[in-house]
């Protein structure tokens, strides 16, 4: 296990401060604003830390409302709305500067039997294990910028490895541009057998690409072009158990961008084909005239 995996994991595990109120932190560098999957991730381990056991979040729906301060810890307020039968409600509230930064209501439920069809195919790519790593496509257009070398140098919890071409790549070459991405992704260590913790990984990774799957469309990339852009709101769907330290292959498309904003959906798919989650995104682009 490396030191990203070994950190994020620390991160995740959230500290209790009062009933139904937690604290977590952010990395020790100081990054622009605080990660947003790192917030999802981190609220929904608030929310499951609440809810009565043998209950799976299947779903989550979640508003960025302003950028995270990485200097600073981030509180988390859960309100326990209904625990049913079946199914449990929380909504958590993360708060900074006595300020919510993120909002998100999370469901539960317990196991049931029930019809079961699966209309999505996924997409027919090669192997990710024959495919190079994010970092090492990136070193080869970054050339000899210093400070990319450095960034990309750095270990990471998540290994991606891009069937598509990257943003950067498609800022080069504009025959590449498109508005569908597929990428392979695992944390590259054996993981517990804590369903919650699975999920909660696959939050934090489904916030890394979805963006990009706009940009993409545009030939726009981070650091390339004249871009900025954030998360507004994040939903996501989990359907079947799934292990975050085994392949997931998500495939994202961008079906509409404009007025700022972009609209991006994803599906994460098991290598055997089988759909564990669905994800949308709506965020902010925006690109500078001068």
């Given amino acids: 296990m490396n030191e990203a995996l ?3 994991l620390d991160l995740l595990d959230l500290e209790q401060i009062e009933l139904d109120i937690f604290r977590g932190r952010s990395p020790e560098e100081r990054i622009q604003r605080v990660f947003g999957g790192q917030v999802a991730a ?3 381990v608030a929310a499951g830390r609440t809810v009565p056991e043998g209950r799976d979040v299947h779903s989550l729906h979640a508003y960025f409302i302003r950028p995270g301060d990485p200097s600073i810890p981030i509180v988390y307020n859960v309100e326990r709305v209904r625990d049913g039968r079946s199914f449990t409600t929380r909504r958590v509230v993360a708060v900074q500067h006595g300020k919510a930064i993120f909002t998100m209501s999370a469901s539960f439920h317990i196991f049931e039997e029930g019809v079961h069809h699966q209309a999505a195919v ?3 790519v ?4 024959t495919l190079p790593t994010f970092q090492s496509r990136m070193l080869e257009l970054v050339g000899d910028d210093s400070d990319w070398k450095d960034w990309l140098s750095r270990p990471r919890p998540v290994d991606a490895r891009y069937v598509s071409p990257l943003t950067w790549e498609a800022y080069k070459d504009p025959s590449l541009r498109t ?21 909660v990984l696959a939050a934090y990774a489904s916030d890394y690409t979805l963006v990009d799957t706009v940009l993409l469309a545009h030939g726009l990339a981070w650091g390339a072009s004249n871009v ?3 998360s507004l709101d994040h939903a996501m769907w989990f359907h079947r158990p799934f292990r975050a330290d085994d392949w997931l292959l998500y495939a994202q498309e961008s079906p509409w961008s404009g007025g700022a904003r972009g609209l991006a959906r994803g599906q994460m798919f ?12 709506e965020c902010m682009i925006r690109v500078a005239t001068s």
């Fill in 270 to 281: 098991t290598p055997s084909g089988e759909l564990a989650v669905s994800v949308v995104q």
């Fill in 42 to 44: 981190q609220a929904l």
């Fill in 126 to 129: 090669v192997a990710p294990e």
């Fill in 228 to 230: 900025t852009g954030a």
């Fill in 179 to 199: 508005a569908e991405t597929n990428v392979w992704f695992r944390y590259d260590a054996e993981l517990p057998d804590d369903r919650l913790l699975h999920v």
């Fill in 122 to 124: 996924m997409p027919q």
């Fill in 6 to 8: 070994k950190e994020l």
